[in-house]
């Protein structure tokens, strides 16, 4: 079948599909006061393996980004399907009252001063590596110094683990995707 192409906006918010699909975690910081505060992110990447170190592409205004710079570090909270409505529909509330509306639960991380997401299925701790203007995006490097993920997934056949993580991925607006099947590349 010869494929026949046609011009497609180069401007993201028109794309349907979306080419870009980015895993939807919640960025979990407190203030200067030890205030929580957790918000949707999915433009998230890695970019260093040694050391780990992954990016997230956010606004500088924003409680998240604010808080990042004053705190130094930050948890990377893995958004599954049970969670992922509360999640889209969570930022019509701000601070506290999103934590409490979403029904989330917050406990201790055990290396950064931030709060981590008990109901995510796995959860990064990172410390601020560095930042950078791009565009319109103000990104956040981050230094991943520990994880944890539900003993169940690890305790999974190879192939059972990722729909036990049950990771989501941000489509367009309220629109999301649930990891499908899993593949082997021929080797
Ligand atoms: C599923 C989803 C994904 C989002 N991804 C991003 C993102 O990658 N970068 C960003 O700056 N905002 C993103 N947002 C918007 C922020 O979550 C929103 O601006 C939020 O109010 C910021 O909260 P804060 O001020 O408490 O940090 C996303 C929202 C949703 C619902």
Known sequence: MKM???PYPTNKREWSPS???GPVVLISTYDSNRVPNIAPKSWLQMVSFDPPIL???GTRENTTERNILRTRCFGVNFVN?????????SIQWFGRERIQKVGLTLTAASEIEAPLVSESRANLECRLHSTCEVGSGFVIFGEICAA???DEI???EDEKRYELLDQVFFLEDGV???MGKVLKARK
């Open 19 to 21: 080419l870009v699909p």
């Open 4 to 6: 026949k192409k046609v």
């Open 154 to 156: 690890l305790a999974a």
């Open 176 to 178: 999301f995707a649930r």
């Open 148 to 150: 944890s993920i539900w």
């Open 55 to 57: 990016m997230f592409s």
């Open 81 to 89: 399907t049970a969670l992922a409505s509360g999640v889209f529909e």
